[in-house]
């Protein structure tokens, strides 16, 4: 019975070590900005699918972009957030919020350990108001690496 009440504490200060062990490595977080454009065409629906190394990228949190139709967080699948890729879409409710051109639809924060991440994006579909596809360009861009220690302070 004794060696029960162990197993927490136990657990404990293997997670504990584990985390240590991560900070030792010299885990980064920083972001990757997902960027599309549709031209001249208004975007009211996306999809993409974001390639990564799971070894040594970590998807921590997803949020939304800079315009007013596209600021809410994406949907995407939580598999996505411990796989080799992550599948991310959002649509505007209103078709007033469909806008034309370049803008940041999506944010994704990472936890990279062992240099530089190396993401991969790739346009599944993207639709106008109505419904009807159009041709949509994407990219994404990491943000300044921030280290574990920079993040506490």
Known sequence: ?????????????ILL???????REGAVFCAA???????????????VEITYDAATVKIVGVEGGET????DAPRF???GMKGVRIIVASF???????????????????RVEGGTPKLGVR????CKPGGKR???EATISRTQPETEQEKGA
Do not use: K
């Open 1 to 13: 019975m004794r060696h029960l009440c162990l197993l927490p504490g136990l657990s404990l200060l």
């Open 17 to 23: 070590f584990t985390a240590g062990a991560a900070e």
């Open 33 to 47: 900005d997902i960027h599309v454009d549709s031209g001249a065409e208004r975007l009211a629906a996306y999809q």
């Open 68 to 71: 007013e139709g596209f600021r």
């Open 77 to 79: 699948d939580e598999r």
């Open 92 to 110: 505007v409710t209103d078709d007033a919020l469909a806008a034309a051109g370049q803008h940041r639809v999506a944010r994704l924060h990472l």
């Open 123 to 126: 346009v599944m579909t993207a």
């Open 134 to 136: 159009i041709r949509l």
